[in-house]
């Protein structure tokens, strides 16, 4: 039920827009977030946003990635700016706290 996309290859200090759809009912009311994943290592949080706009940012990412959502389209955006290196993974989205479903994530790769 959710669908990320937007990744691709983008050079250092870069940008990309991420999109996920959420298919389910009720998107307005969930908290969202945006998580990412290198291989071999855990799923981390990148950014939150609560059914009320509140957002929250991983130290790592904050100041250069903006998580928004567009409730009329049942989107999640996260504005990716000043890419670097380590930001790449693959991108997954879901609720906040995450569940145990994981849709198919979209692979970012930052490199000159």
């Known amino acids: 039920q959710l669908q990320a996309s937007g990744g691709g290859l983008v050079q250092p200090g870069g940008s990309l827009r991420l999109s996920c759809t959420h298919s389910?009912?009720?998107?307005?009311?969930?908290?969202m977030g945006w998580y990412r994943q290198v291989p071999g290592k855990q799923r981390e949080m990148v950014a939150t946003?609560?059914?009320?706009?509140?957002?929250n940012y991983a130290d790592s990412v904050k100041g250069r990635f903006t998580i928004s959502r567009d409730n009329a389209k049942r989107a999640l955006i996260l504005q990716m700016n000043s890419l670097e290196p380590v930001d790449t993974a693959v991108y997954y989205c879901?609720?906040?706290?995450?569940?145990?479903?994981w849709g198919q994530g979209t692979l970012v790769t930052v490199s000159s």
């Open positions: 879901n609720l906040a706290p995450p569940t145990d479903i």
């Open positions: 389910g009912s009720f998107f307005s009311i969930k908290n």
């Open positions: 946003i609560t059914s009320t706009f509140l957002t």
